[in-house]
């Protein structure tokens, strides 16, 4: 390969090579030790376990039809289904995924007649490990091969978009796993992430950190946000635990985290990261939004850049959906003393634009279905959901709501 100097870049041509080929990148590191890497920017990979880049072209720019540009405002009724696609149906004869084209021709009728305006699918950028759903990602340029082609999600989209649903991707950039095929360690040295572990390792996921300082860790993550609303017409982008990226002190104790050149516990790189990459969406025209799952109080995070704010378009409104979920999961006769739990949102509730969620966050790890948390009998389980759908309905901000709920 050859080196560009002037811009750190190395490159290599190597014609007549099919459409379909696989490749990895074999490189020497400064230890003399060898390395087989999969393409960071690769536009499709091979399955798992196999672990190689496809050659593949890079999609055409997909143009944002008037009604879908109107379709995220915030004056207009947003109630977003979240899928994993990997579950919501299978295959009745091998228990197998579904396909794309097979996900279209259910999927999309049954959130269209279910009175639903978009579609938010789990992380479908590559991955190793089922068992992530896709949030330890490996390849965020190449969509799973798990359900088709890139090509077939492409279809996926436009089918949405034909029937009025828009299309939300979970967009994981607070981490990456430690799969020596991937990221970490990329030439020996750590190129992506932080090198000091208190800066660059998650204790909670065993994964590690992106160092958003360096220019090329910030180009390859907000080119890839332009990458899929460009490239595939995603219509928003709900980034993933959007509080590990901006705190240094998350989930960390006294001692296992360095502050920023302030002596603060705020992450400075990972906050100008946000706000750029958000005003970079913006004025590129694609009318596609930003949504923060952020569970703390970090003021202006859908305030705009040029207040001061972090440039977000909506936030999942997390305090709402603790106490909401756990009055409802009460006896009524004990709820008369916690009747704060259902009104104490309204007194926050006009400081951010907020999406109301309940999310697979609230149905996983053992957490039961939400007609499991009710109180009572099975009939009043059943009232008793229907009266806090109601209550989710009518009360200011946007929705969502996961699948199997």
């Given at each position: ?315 999942w409104n997390m305090g709402w959906m603790n106490d909401t979920l756990r009055y ?78």
């Open positions: 390969m050859r080196f560009h100097a002037e811009s750190g870049i190395w490159d290599i041509f190597i014609p007549n090579i099919d459409a379909g080929s696989l490749y990895k990148f074999e490189l020497l590191d400064s230890h003399g030790q060898q390395r087989l890497k999969s393409d960071p920017y690769a536009f499709a990979s091979q399955l798992r376990p196999e672990t190689a880049s496809i050659v593949t072209g890079l999609p055409e720019i997909v143009e944002v039809e008037e009604k879908l540009r109107r379709a995220n405002n915030i004056e207009q009724p947003i109630s977003i289904y979240e899928v994993h696609l990997g579950s919501w149906r299978r295959n009745l004869e091998n228990n197998y995924w579904l396909n794309y084209d097979e996900i279209a021709n259910e999927l999309i009728p049954y959130v269209k007649d279910m009175g639903f305006t978009h579609i938010e699918l789990l992380p479908i950028t590559e991955y190793p490990f089922d068992g992530s759903w896709g949030y330890q990602p490996t390849g965020l340029y190449a969509p799973t091969s798990r359900f088709g082609s890139p090509n077939d999600l492409h279809t996926f989209i436009r089918k949405a978009h034909a029937a009025g649903i828009a299309v939300i991707l979970d967009w994981v950039v607070g981490h990456f796993p430690t799969d020596s095929h991937g990221l970490a360690q990329f030439d020996g040295s750590h190129l992506y992430e932080h090198e000091d572990p208190r800066e660059g390792y998650h204790q909670d996921w065993n994964t590690l950190i992106f160092n958003y300082g360096r220019n090329e860790v910030f180009n390859y993550l907000s080119g890839n946000a332009l990458y899929w609303t460009e490239r595939f017409g995603i219509d928003g982008l709900r980034v993933d635990a959007v509080s590990s990226m901006i705190y240094r002190d998350y989930s960390r104790k006294d001692g296992e985290w360095i502050p920023n050149q302030y002596g603060g516990r705020e992450n400075l790189e990972a906050l100008d990261f946000l706000r750029r990459t958000n005003q970079m969406l913006e004025q590129e025209g694609h009318a596609a939004v930003t949504i923060a799952e952020e569970s703390t109080s970090f003021s202006g995070i859908t305030h705009a850049v040029s207040q001061q704010g972090i440039g977000f378009d909506y936030k409802m999961a009460l006896d009524p006769i004990h709820r008369k003393y916690h009747h704060d739990w259902m009104t104490f949102g309204m007194i926050y509730q006009y400081s951010e634009k907020f999406i109301l969620p309940l999310s697979h966050d609230e149905v996983v790890h053992g957490k039961g279905s939400l007609i499991g948390k009710m109180p009572g009998d099975c009939w009043q389980k059943f009232a008793n959901l229907r009266a806090y759908y109601g209550y989710m309905w009518g009360y200011p901000g946007k929705k969502i709501t996961v699948y199997g709920q």
